[in-house]
């Protein structure tokens, strides 16, 4: 039965919302004026109350913050700019698996063009995430710091073989499976809170611009 509603099943839309791990920021914090650090507290209230939504078809997807939900008249535009360029996403960004496109459209309507290299790999490690058996899955990827420093970034994603499409939030795609919880960094966890599969296909529209 899981199979043949599947077989039918055309796109989906999911809607991910945000956890902090903010333990290790105590030693940042010691060093903030009074000022600078009501402006901390207050980007990481507004992030864990952002949402965002995923939306794909088959071969498309679609990652955008959910700003009817995320309004809020308690934070002004400068706080919520920080707390999605430092914990969630300031773009959105778009995913054609056959193309081996991916497209990001940043804040200003500038749009970056990049090919999909996603090399995971894929661990023993299970867990259910509501209803669904999940596996691990971790991404390197090599960066330089302010240092210079060559580094190695590592971002976790747990993902649902059951349910057989290859995206997830931001850029992040290219699983055997719908990633339903991602570590993006050691802070930022963004996780499925609803599910919805759709019979019908969901057009996914790129953006055009500069």
Known sequence: L???????????????????DTTGNEKMKSKLTDEWLDTFEKMKEYATKQQFELRF????SSFKNIESLNSDSNFDESI?????????????????LSANIELRKMHDGTLVHDS?????????ESKKI????????????????????????????????SLPYS??????????????????????????TKITIE????DITFPKGK
């Open 57 to 60: 078809n088959k071969n498309q």
């Open 167 to 192: 995206f997830g939030p931001k850029e992040f795609c290219g699983l055997p499976g719908l990633i339903l919880e991602l570590l993006a960094d050691r802070a930022t966890t963004f996780i499925a």
């Open 80 to 96: 919520i700019s920080l707390a999605k360029s430092i914990y969630t996403s300031a773009d959105d960004v778009y995913i054609n």
């Open 199 to 202: 019979k019908e296909y969901l």
């Open 2 to 20: 899981l199979f043949t509603n599947f077989l039918f099943a055309q796109s989906g839309i999911v809607v991910y919302s945000i956890q902090l």
């Open 116 to 124: 999909i290299n996603k090399n995971w790999e894929i661990l023993n």
């Open 130 to 161: 509501g209803d669904y058996l999940c596996y691990k899955a971790i991404l390197s990827r090599p960066f330089i710091n302010g240092s210079g420093e060559s580094r190695i970034s590592k971002t976790e994603a747990w993902f649902a073989p």
